[in-house]
């Protein structure tokens, strides 16, 4: 009897073995056929169109599939106007096949090349990306199945994208205390701003304005990304940068070896930057940026410029010079009565340029009617009169030359007649 069950048992185990490496076999077969590929793309394309309530391209695919697979192209567009959300040149990836029987999506050595992705914030305050994907319809009423999900658990590790684009674009409005022709004129100026791209849109049928940022030319090397992890949802998502080089149009920067790391919760984003080139200068810094709530962008950030060239930074004010530079530590933040004006306060500040040696903190409050300068503690050791002519943007009636040394304290040091 002992023996019959042991037989049994061996028997069941021997098919068991030959089933499981005819469904491997088969399934090795079939993913190498242009058939099964067109089939596969077609069943991830499905589940993939599941989870969001917009249109999703799957282009051809090809590799192993064991452990790893290359997709040709990847988009993903709204539903309601056909807007274009993602889109991706050449995806590769490699993955262990027991995460996937578990419903992890664990993917190492990715690289993605080309990627684009816009995301629009709407006049009333919805996120497209919300609108796309299931997962923050609060209105579902699709019960969710017990136990893990594909999507409760995405990480990335060691990933790479070569050539990406990012565009973010907000509502703009106009200084509510403006009417009437101030409001008319102020508009007019805003619109026609080479530094900052607003314009007119129709946005849920109403007309309006829409300002835009962009961030081109990104190439990263990316250590680790958590997208999703139930463990984890209260520390929102979080991103290990080993490098980053990117070309950012408002302010007009050009980031080059940007490593630390990034964390996103809700509609806040904490950063935490250990190093940072610019063309000429570099640094680090923290802090983090909110929005949301009907409000303007608020920023809190620290930035430890170890060399400053004023060449980098120079776009402040058009007639700030661009020679020259030092170092400083930065903050950037929103003025408490007016968010919509963004000081750069200037502490432990150290710059030498145009015959001049200045020391000590001063802010520039840009955003508003016109540029501020303030709560200046600064000593010039000395102060060449080059500096204040380039200051000035022309010549004066009196051509004063030569240098002075001085120190001056003062809360609203002057404020520039152009028009920010």
Do not use: C
């Not at 004006?341 to 802010?363: A, F, Q």
């Amino acid at each position: 009897m002992i023996r019959r069950r042991r037989l049994v048992a061996l028997v069941s185990a021997i098919a068991l073995l030959v089933i499981g490496f005819v469904i491997i076999v088969t399934g090795l077969f079939v993913t190498r056929t242009s058939y099964g590929q067109e089939e596969l793309r077609r069943l991830i394309q499905g589940q993939l169109a599941s989870a969001i309530k917009g249109k999703v391209y799957l282009g051809p695919m090809s590799g192993g599939f064991l452990t790893g697979i290359t997709v040709d192209s990847f988009a993903i567009r709204d539903a309601d106007n056909d807007s274009l959300f993602i889109s991706t040149g050449r995806i590769t990836a490699s993955y262990d096949p027991r995460d996937l029987i578990d419903k992890r999506l664990l993917l190492r050595d990715v690289q993605v090349e080309h990627p684009v992705v816009y995301l629009r914030q709407h006049a009333s305050g919805r996120w497209n990306f919300k609108e796309i994907f299931r997962t923050y319809d609060k209105k579902s009423n699709v019960p969710k199945t017990p136990g893990r999900n594909f999507g409760d658990y995405v990480v990335i590790e060691a990933a790479r994208v070569r050539d990406a684009s990012l565009v973010l674009q907000m509502p703009w409005t106009p200084d509510d205390t403006l009417r009437g022709a101030r409001l008319d004129s102020a508009v007019r100026y805003t619109l026609s701003r080479p530094d900052k791209e607003i314009r007119r849109v129709v946005d849920e049928k109403k007309p309006g304005f829409a300002r835009t940022w962009r961030w081109t030319k990104v190439s990263a090397v990316v250590s680790r990304m958590r997208l999703a992890d139930p463990d984890s949802d209260k520390l929102g998502k979080f991103f290990v940068f080993d490098t980053i080089h990117a070309v950012e149009s408002d302010p007009p920067f050009r980031f080059r070896n940007v490593r630390g790391t990034m964390r996103n919760l809700g509609d806040s984003i904490w950063v935490d930057v250990a190093h940072f080139d610019l063309p000429q200068s570099t640094g680090g810094g923290k802090g983090k940026i909110v929005w949301g709530s009907d409000l303007p962008v608020r920023y809190d950030l620290t930035i430890r410029g170890d060399s400053v060239a004023l060449n980098d930074v120079s776009w402040v004010y058009p007639t700030l010079p661009t020679t020259g530079g030092g170092k400083a530590t930065i903050h950037i933040g929103n003025e408490p009565q007016n968010l919509r004006i963004i000081d750069y306060k200037l502490t432990n500040m150290d710059v030498t340029s145009t015959g001049s040696h200045l020391i000590g903190d001063m802010t520039f409050a840009v955003g508003g009617p016109v540029l501020a300068v303030k709560d200046v503690k600064m000593s010039a050791q000395p102060f060449d009169f080059d500096l204040l002519r380039a200051l000035n943007g022309k010549p004066f009636p009196v051509d004063w030359r030569g240098h002075v040394r001085y120190r001056s304290r003062a809360r609203r040091a002057a404020q520039s007649l152009l028009r920010r």
